[in-house]
């Protein structure tokens, strides 16, 4: 059974960081492509970052190039997205989302087949 599993989120001051983890289990990373979405209050469900299959090639949304870092560890079938620098329109909940698909500058949300149950990331003084 394919499953998602997200945590590390939480309440955090703006310039503040946080790491999300997304636990994989009924495959393997080198089997798909993992990315992170997020979803704000009544806003569309945009991408933010995805790890190739090799983990070789990353990609991020505009509005978080160079605040965040995606990265995984095999051996424990995990995924993260480190944070930094953290603003207030950061806020959303984080989904984790297999396969992640980017191309032409933007993430397809209709592509993805498997979603976590998401993760909330308030960023508030």
């Known amino acids: 059974q394919l499953q998602l599993v997200e945590s590390g989120g939480g309440l955090v001051q703006p310039g503040g960081s946080l790491r999300l983890s997304c636990a994989v289990s009924g495959f393997t990373l080198d089997y798909y492509a993992i990315g992170w979405f997020r979803q704000a209050p009544g806003k569309e469900r945009d991408g933010v970052s995805c790890i190739s299959e090799s983990g070789e090639i990353t990609n991020y949304a505009d509005s978080v190039k160079g605040r965040f870092t995606i990265s995984r560890d095999n051996a424990k079938n995990t995924v993260y997205l480190q944070m930094s620098s953290l603003k207030p329109e950061d806020t959303a909940v984080y989904y984790c989302?297999?396969?992640?698909?980017?191309?032409?500058?933007?993430?397809?949300?209709?592509?993805?087949?498997?979603w976590g149950k998401g993760t909330l990331v308030t960023v508030s003084p």
């Open positions: 989302a297999a396969p992640c698909t980017f191309y032409s500058g933007r993430y397809y949300a209709d592509q993805v087949d498997y």
